[in-house]
């Protein structure tokens, strides 16, 4: 008997190797090469087919209709938001996010809206029993007439379960738990998730389903398997959120459909995860009248204008080297905000602790919240509070000019929707729209400028 032929795939980014190697010369990750016997029979493709048996034909663009398959707006209207608007039929949708982060929770809770709207709903699980699954629906208050339950991995008995079925949505939790039998390579390998990530695609875009797929993560935060199933599907989404919050964000990451970066925040609850309408008022909640080293920022995600706090905290340092510590923030941002106080608004900060954080556990990472960092950070050195009615929206430049930003109109109605009384924006975003008669619009050309009409001593 001919003894089996075996290589070895990075489980990282797929690169195939004769032999094992401790470092994939492809991605540079470490340990990540995994043997596998190599299939030696001829695979067969096949074109697209669907359950019907008609095979698909090329069309003029002109010929065809959206109008036939409008999007399907959700109960969950900060699901919608973060798809787009809702979902498109025969899309792919991938969720990620850290485990316990309620990743099947809102898709059994999805599961059960759609089949109380009217639609045929396969949720497939291959991490638990059908009895586990019931136990936790029950508890959420899910159900429904068109909602089956299929606890099973092997891809040749979903996808014919999926044809004879023929529903309108399929869960599958989680694509890494999936096996294509014709395969011999380990569960959640590589070769594993290309296939039965591919087979699933075959389906949805022929038959018209909308797949919904969960994704296990790695310690580093990315999605485990191949890069490429990120790019195979429509929609990627990521749970983000800290294990000792209720809180959620729900952020797209990637969308053929609707805006990347759009967020949607979630409260988790004892009856599951309940929508927040509002998410400003739960980052500014807390925020303390007459505590120095603050500032409020008007942050865009997505197509949403959300309202947040930044907090630093600047100290003398004990050691020789001054320690820079962010947490919601992005460290080389604030470490180059710190230089040009030092160079162009004359702060001695080389000697000085500095901390900032996004209260709230938000994350910030656009330029507009430059302006607001530099006055958290200039309040706390000069230890004088700011105004709790006023916000600072603005990108710093190296010379210290507060330079524009996008959406500047939907940033100002905004706050002044929340009751801020007064924002700082970037002078050149001053023409071409309407100020709130409610709130005191404030032109800065230059970062000094800003601060002399903030700190008046």
Not at 27 to 56: D, H, M, Y
Not at 199 to 217: C, D, E, P, R, W
Request: aromatic content about 6%.
């Amino acid at each position: 008997m001919a003894k089996a032929k075996t290589r070895f795939v990075c489980q990282t980014c797929g690169y195939v190797s004769p032999r094992y190697l401790g470092r994939c010369p492809n991605c540079g990750e470490w340990n990540t090469l995994v043997e596998e016997i190599e299939e030696s029979k001829n695979v067969q493709t096949a074109p697209r087919v669907t359950f019907s048996g008609t095979k698909v034909k090329p069309q003029l663009i002109d010929a065809i209709s959206t109008k036939e398959t409008p999007r399907i707006v959700t109960k969950n209207a900060e699901l919608n938001r973060v798809l787009g608007g809702g979902i498109v039929p025969s899309s792919m949708v991938l969720i990620g996010g850290d485990p316990g982060i309620g990743k099947s929770t809102m898709l059994l809770q999805l599961s059960g809206e759609l089949a109380d709207m009217g639609g045929k709903v396969l949720y497939v699980s291959g991490e638990e029993s059908a009895n586990q699954i019931k136990m936790r629906a029950d508890r959420l208050g899910v159900g429904g007439s068109e909602f089956y339950l299929y606890p099973e991995t092997d891809m040749q008995s979903i996808l014919q379960n999926v044809e004879d079925l023929k529903p309108d949505y399929v869960v599958i939790d989680s694509v890494q738990t999936m096996q294509d039998p014709e395969l011999t390579s380990a569960v959640g390998s590589v070769a594993q998730i290309r296939s039965v990530t591919a087979s699933l695609m075959q389906v949805a875009k022929v038959n018209g389903i909308t797949v919904f797929i969960v994704g296990h993560v790695t310690k580093g935060g990315a999605i485990a398997g191949p890069k490429i199933l990120e790019h195979m599907v429509d929609t990627v989404l990521y749970f983000e959120g800290d294990m000792h919050r209720t809180y959620r964000i729900l952020r797209a990451v990637k969308n053929r459909f609707g805006s990347t970066n759009e967020i949607g925040v979630f409260e988790m609850r004892e009856d599951g995860l309940n929508e927040v309408k509002n998410p400003s008022e739960i980052f500014l909640e807390e925020r303390l009248q007459g505590a120095t080293g603050s500032s409020v920022v008007v942050s865009m995600e997505g197509t949403r204008p959300i309202l947040a706090e930044v907090q630093a905290l600047v100290t003398p340092t004990a050691f020789g080297n001054a320690k820079r510590t962010t947490n919601g923030l992005d460290h080389n941002r604030v470490s180059l905000i710190m230089a040009v106080l030092e160079k162009r608004s004359g702060l001695l900060l080389q000697n000085q602790d500095a901390y900032l954080k996004a209260a709230g556990g938000v994350k910030l990472d656009e330029p507009a919240i430059d302006l607001a960092v530099a006055v958290s950070i200039v309040s706390s050195y000069r230890d004088e509070e700011t105004l709790a009615t006023d916000c600072f929206i603005g990108e710093l430049g190296l010379t210290g000019e507060v330079r524009r930003v996008g959406r500047i109109d939907a940033r100002v109605k905004e706050a002044a929707k929340l009751g801020f009384k007064r924002a700082f924006v970037p002078k050149n975003n001053l023409d071409g729209w309407e100020f709130p008669s409610n709130i005191q619009v404030v032109g800065v050309q230059t970062l000094n400028e800003t601060l002399k009409q903030v700190f008046k001593s």
